[in-house]
């Protein structure tokens, strides 16, 4: 067989940029020093991420960013292909926002040196922390979220120390009490915050409550259905912070208590219900 290394840098960057799939071209990268100083080409990185598959969803395309980035680290000077990294994910995972039908999935997302902000879906948001390095991370400015679950919020609670503004239009079911802690770290990261259906049930409890409660005055809740059994865990000046930041009713085990009947007779209702 003939021996790769004997091929011009011509040919071998040409294998390269043809190879199918981008953990192989890693693999090849990694195999010697020639194939490395050739993958250490801004150019051929252009190639490499242009047909990349890189629209996949889930644990698949985390794996795949992981192995670049982990690969990009072992070169020297690549800071111009990490920015090219991070230019892929924004163009490939663009944030969606249709209020009409109130189908929103869209974080703002902010590069240090960067003047241009940029929008990317939450799966575009985990990406580009996996591309980041420590010491130039990504600052999300605005999180805009319709179908949101505990997953979604555990992902905002693991991923970044600060949130700018939260907004949960959708609203978020918690049934765990874990579920309710991990709205509340994203909510407690945030500067602001909005939720427009919030649903408290199951095993939820009085912590959960608790910081809810802390961070009451810096958000708002539109709509909260709580079971019964589920608000007498939390404390009543808790409860009583929440239902102060709701602007059209709480559920509590089918009972509607409209915020229009008037704050104190609304808080009377839930009290007689709940207490």
């Not at 990009?72 to 039908?101: F, H, N, Q």
């Not at 805009?144 to 959708?170: D, F, P, R, W, Y």
């Not at 079911?173 to 427009?196: H, N, P």
Request: aromatic content about 6%.
């Amino acid at each position: 067989m003939f021996p790769l290394m004997k091929l011009s840098s011509e040919i071998l960057e040409q294998i390269l940029v043809k190879t199918e799939y981008v953990e192989d071209v890693v693999s090849l990268g990694s195999t010697c020093v020639r194939l490395k100083g050739i993958l250490s080409n801004l150019r051929v990185w252009r190639y490499i991420l242009a047909k990349a598959e890189l629209v996949e969803h889930g644990q698949v395309m985390e794996d795949r960013v992981r192995t670049i980035t982990a690969f990009l680290g072992s070169l020297p000077d690549c800071e111009a292909i990490y920015s090219l990294l991070r230019k892929t994910i924004y163009e490939r995972y663009p944030g969606t926002v249709m209020y009409a039908g109130t189908v929103m999935d869209m974080v703002t997302v902010l590069f240090p040196g960067d003047p241009q902000h940029h929008s990317v879906t939450l799966l575009g948001l985990r990406l580009l922390v996996l591309a980041d390095r420590e010491t130039a991370g990504h600052t999300v400015l605005k999180v805009e979220l319709s179908l949101s679950t505990s997953n979604h919020v555990l992902s905002l609670a693991s991923l970044q120390k600060e949130i700018g503004e939260l907004v949960l239009m959708g609203g978020i079911i918690c049934i765990r009490e874990e579920e309710g802690m991990a709205l509340c770290s994203a909510v407690e990261r945030s500067s602001t915050w909005r939720i427009g259906r919030l649903f408290l049930m199951g095993e939820v409890g009085g912590e959960t409550w608790r910081r809810l409660g802390r961070e009451a005055a810096r958000g708002w809740l539109g709509r909260v259905r709580i079971e019964r059994v589920v608000g007498r865990r939390g404390r009543r000046e808790d409860l009583r912070a929440v239902w102060g930041r709701t602007k059209v009713y709480w559920l509590v085990d089918g009972e509607f208590i409209q915020k229009a009947d008037g704050e104190e007779e609304g808080w009377g209702r839930i009290e007689e219900r709940i207490m």
